[in-house]
Each structure stands twice: as C-alpha cells, then as structure tokens.
C-alpha cells in the first residue's frame, strides 16, 4: 500500500491534472521520497522534508510541465539546473517514453540523481555535468532537445541565454517560474527574440495548500540562435540580454 502522501499524489495528479500514475509508479515515488531524504541527512539536497510536502511541492509540481507536453510524443528533455532531480526525475518516472537529460554544475547533487535513477530502474535518463552555458556551446547539446526545463533557476533574460541555444527549432523552453512571471517574461522579450525564441504562452498551475499560483513560461525556439550566444559561464546573469 502507497503511503498517505504518495496516495495523495495519485489522487491529485489524476484529479488537477488528469494523469493516471500506474501503481509502478507510485512505488517509484515512493522509493524516490526515501533515497531522497536518506541522502539529504548526509547532504543538503533539499529544505522540504515532509513527505507530504516533497510529494507536492516536488512531486505534483513537477509534473504540471505535463499538461503542456505532447501525450504521448517521444523525444529529449534537457532539465537545467536539475538540483536533487526536480522537474526531471518525476518527468522519467511519469512519462518512460521520455529521454530524459538532467544538468547540473554540482557534481555531488549528481550523484545522487544517478544513484536514484539506478534504484529505480530508469533507463530513460542520463547525467550531464557542466554548466548550461558551457552546455550549449558543446555541439552533443546545442539545437539538440525537444524540450528544455527549468526550475527555480535564474531570471528570465539569463535563462533565455542558457536554454534557447539547447532547444532544436520547433522545440520549447519550459520555464517554472513563481509570482513575478509575467514581469520577468516582459524584461526577456529582447533575449527571447534575440536568441531565436518567440512566447508561446504563460500557463498558470494552482497546486492545494499553496496560496499563491505558478507558472509555466513557454518559450518556442522558432530561428536560429546567434552562434555568440551563449556566453561565457556568468555572463548571462552579469549582464543580461536587455
């Protein structure tokens, strides 16, 4: 039997989302909760250590990019600034048919989300250490992903820099943004345009328990991005593309 929290998670992602999570799965998320917080007593991975709490504010919210994917399209998400896994784990779980690419410049928050990934049986995932914008002047990642996610990572105008130059043309930057997303996409309009991007949409999420609502910023890469961009680790945050 799933646990109260992860019971909850399926009753929410079918009720708010309208996603079915297999019972498979469910094990998974379970799995998931326990690695998650016996790894963060030996390092800090994350402040939310409520099970209930890691399977709302980590677990459900993760999976509203969900509700702006294609149901059943295969093909490659590159989740920047994956941190201790988050969208990018429970998009894996959730969708198997999904590659799924989780980058961080932290190699020890690595480790642990490709020891979980092997505890769980993903094969659909893989590890990639290096910062965005070193990322995105390597030709294995730049133009290459369907789909480029990212949560709680930088302002807009900076994340535009580390994620359109990721993003195949026709693909779409997935921003997971708080409160101030319509003013941050509004000082962005300049990097977006200019880094071959074009706003496709902003997707409010409300989530139970949680006061405020997020966001999804959709960003479609529709042209080319500048082979100058993007610049040198840093420089997207320093000096923002404005």
């Known amino acids: 039997m799933p646990s109260k929290s992860i019971d909850a998670l399926a009753r929410q992602a079918q009720s708010i989302l309208g996603i ?114 070193d990322a995105g002047r390597d030709d294995a990642h730049r133009g290459t992903y369907d789909f480029v996610t990212a949560r709680a990572v930088s302002r807009m105008p900076a994340l535009m820099e580390c994620t359109l130059p990721l993003t195949k043309r026709g693909g779409m930057v997935i921003a997971m943004k708080g409160a101030a997303t319509h003013a941050e996409v509004r000082s962005a309009n300049k990097a977006i345009a200019t880094l071959g991007g074009e706003l496709a949409d902003i997707h409010e999420v409300r989530l139970p328990g949680l006061e405020k609502p997020r966001f999804l910023a959709l960003v479609r890469k529709v042209g080319k991005t500048p082979r100058r961009y993007p610049r040198q680790a840093g420089s997207p945050s320093r000096d923002p593309i404005l």
Do not use: C
């Open 20 to 133: 079915e999570l297999a019972e498979a799965q469910l094990a998974q998320f379970e799995q998931l909760t326990d690695l998650l917080l016996d790894w963060n007593a030996r390092m800090n991975l994350t402040g939310i250590t409520e099970p209930a709490e890691i399977a709302l504010k980590h677990y459900l919210d993760s999976l509203t990019v969900l509700n702006v994917l294609p149901k059943a399209r295969r093909g490659r998400l590159l989740d920047v600034g994956t941190g201790a896994g988050f969208p990018g784990l429970p998009l894996a779980i959730a969708r198997p048919w999904l590659r799924v690419t989780l980058l961080d410049a932290t190699a020890k928050k690595l480790r642990f989300v490709e020891a979980a990934g092997r505890a769980l049986g993903l094969d659909n995932i893989r590890i990639a250490h290096a910062r965005a914008e």
